[in-house]
């Protein structure tokens, strides 16, 4: 007992409950405190990374396809066009073409034949897989939305005409056909070694022996024909002057 006749349990547990009354508001308003900035955060981190909309594993898989292949480079990103005036949008042919349309487009080009001075669709159908060519549509029909990791690679400035160059081969797509290094061997089944061309070698380095006949052939394209022919595509007016110097000064420096 106490002095003053309450039990000393009974004072035990109001200071405790005293003491817990004190504390557990100051904890609570130091975790708020605590946990607000992380939560702030953690939700910065998430929307910094999170998607533009969420999209089908097929449409993702057709939004990296374009990229990798260089499709934004003649019909712009997303196919919003806006590259050259011979290259269309992709924005409305979901709603002109049909599946079995793109599909065709896409496997036997279009235009080469009509017209090989111009811009022309080059004739896919022995490079890309028939399961990328229906993610291709996929995204296409789906309207080409924004896919944040897939975006092509940046090409590098003050840091030579040969960099520049190297970074311009992938992102064109000429790594898709020529190969790494240039050092070509994909199929084309029906030129005279049944592969496209390496970019390297004495063969290559003997037909085009300066910069101004590489630009010239990237420029003008060649093998104009029917799929399964594989055609070069017709860059000019889609590559500007300084980055057709940048990949002759990258393809100069192949075995």
């Not at 003053?4 to 409950?17: F, K, N, Q, S």
């Not at 060519?133 to 092509?152: F, W």
């Given at each position: 007992?106490?002095?003053?006749?309450?039990?000393?349990?009974v004072?035990?547990g109001?200071?405790?409950?005293?003491?817990?009354?004190?504390?557990?508001?100051?904890?609570?308003?130091?975790?708020?405190?605590?946990?607000?900035?992380?939560k702030?955060?953690?939700?910065?981190?998430?929307?910094?990374?999170?998607?533009?909309?969420?999209?089908?594993?097929p449409?993702?898989?057709?939004?990296?396809?374009?990229?990798?292949?260089?499709?934004?480079?003649?019909?712009?990103?997303?196919?919003g066009?806006?590259?050259?005036?011979?290259v269309?949008?992709?924005?409305?042919?979901?709603?002109?073409?049909?599946?079995?349309?793109?599909?065709?487009?896409?496997?036997?080009?279009?235009?080469?034949?009509?017209?090989?001075?111009?811009?022309?669709?080059?004739?896919?159908?022995?490079?890309?897989?028939?399961?990328?060519?229906?993610?291709?549509?996929?995204?296409?029909?789906?309207?080409?939305?924004?896919?944040?990791?897939?975006?092509?690679?940046?090409?590098p400035?003050?840091?030579?005409?040969?960099?520049?160059?190297?970074?311009?081969?992938?992102?064109?797509?000429?790594?898709?056909?020529?190969?790494?290094?240039?050092?070509?061997?994909?199929?084309?089944?029906?030129?005279?070694?049944?592969?496209i061309?390496?970019?390297?070698?004495?063969?290559?380095r003997?037909?085009?022996?300066?910069?101004q006949?590489?630009?010239?052939?990237?420029?003008?394209?060649?093998?104009?024909?029917?799929?399964?022919?594989?055609?070069?595509?017709?860059?000019?007016?889609?590559?500007?002057?300084?980055?057709?110097?940048?990949?002759?000064?990258?393809?100069?420096?192949?075995?």
């Amino acid at each position: 007992m106490s002095p003053r006749g309450v039990p000393t349990p009974v004072i035990d547990g109001a200071i405790w409950l005293l003491f817990f009354a004190l504390l557990v508001p100051a904890g609570v308003v130091g975790w708020v405190i605590g946990h607000s900035g992380s939560k702030t955060a953690a939700t910065t981190s998430v929307a910094s990374t999170a998607p533009a909309a969420a999209v089908s594993a097929p449409v993702a898989s057709g939004a990296h396809i374009f990229v990798q292949f260089a499709c934004a480079q003649c019909h712009g990103p997303q196919g919003g066009g806006g590259v050259s005036p011979d290259v269309p949008a992709l924005t409305n042919v979901a709603q002109s073409l049909t599946p079995a349309q793109l599909r065709r487009i896409i496997d036997h080009g279009l235009g080469a034949s009509a017209n090989p001075t111009k811009p022309y669709m080059p004739v896919w159908g022995a490079v890309i897989s028939q399961t990328q060519v229906n993610d291709l549509v996929s995204y296409i029909r789906a309207g080409l939305p924004v896919v944040p990791t897939a975006a092509a690679p940046i090409v590098p400035g003050n840091q030579g005409a040969a960099v520049a160059g190297s970074v311009l081969y992938v992102k064109d797509g000429c790594i898709n056909c020529h190969g790494p290094n240039g050092l070509g061997g994909v199929p084309n089944p029906l030129s005279p070694d049944k592969t496209i061309p390496p970019l390297s070698g004495q063969d290559f380095r003997k037909e085009f022996n300066t910069d101004q006949k590489i630009i010239d052939v990237i420029r003008s394209g060649s093998v104009i024909g029917k799929a399964p022919i594989v055609s070069m595509p017709h860059w000019g007016g889609i590559i500007p002057q300084d980055q057709l110097k940048a990949l002759a000064a990258y393809i100069k420096t192949l075995k």
